[in-house]
Nanobody
Framework: QVRLVESGGGLVQAGGSLRLSCAASGRTFGGYAMGWFRQAPGKEREFVAAISRHGGGTIYADSVKGRFTISRDNGKNTVYLQMNNLKPEDTAVYYC????????????????WGQGTQVTVSS
C-alpha cells in the first residue's frame, strides 16, 4: 500500500512558477513509477508527466513540454513537479499517482492516487 500526499499548490500569476511535491508513505517508493495528472473544472482528468522508478526516464504531455519538469528523490520518498511559465489554462487540481511503469501511468491506470492540490493561474 502506498499513500500519496500532495502539497505546493496555490495562486500564481501567469508567467510565474510553482513546485508541487508528493510525499509517499511506505518503504517501496523506489519500486513505483510516479506521475502527475490534472483536472480542470468541467474537464476530464488528463496526463501531465511521469517518471520511471529510478528517474532515468520521463514523459510529458505536449501541453507542458519545455515548461514543466518532473523529478524524484527516492531517499526522501518524494516526487516533484516544477512548473514554470504558468498559463491560465494550467489551472486545475493536480494529482500525484504511482504505478508499475510510466506507460501505465500515461494510459491513466496507475495503482494509487493522491487527494490533489489546487493550482490557480491568474491572467
Amino acid at each position: 500500500q502506498v499513500r500519496l500526499v500532495e502539497s505546493g499548490g496555490g495562486l500564481v500569476q501567469a508567467g510565474g512558477s510553482l513546485r508541487l511535491s508528493c510525499a509517499a508513505s511506505g518503504r517501496t517508493f523506489g519500486g513505483y513509477a510516479m506521475g502527475w495528472f490534472r483536472q480542470a473544472p468541467g474537464k476530464e482528468r488528463e496526463f501531465v508527466a511521469a517518471i520511471s522508478r529510478h528517474g532515468g526516464g520521463t514523459i510529458y504531455a505536449d501541453s507542458v513540454k519545455g515548461r514543466f519538469t518532473i523529478s524524484r528523490d527516492n531517499g526522501k520518498n518524494t516526487v516533484y513537479l516544477q512548473m514554470n511559465n504558468l498559463k491560465p489554462e494550467d489551472t486545475a487540481v493536480y494529482y500525484c499517482n504511482a504505478g508499475p511503469d510510466t506507460s501505465t501511468i500515461e494510459d491513466g491506470d496507475p495503482e494509487y492516487w493522491g487527494q490533489g492540490t489546487q493550482v490557480t493561474v491568474s491572467s
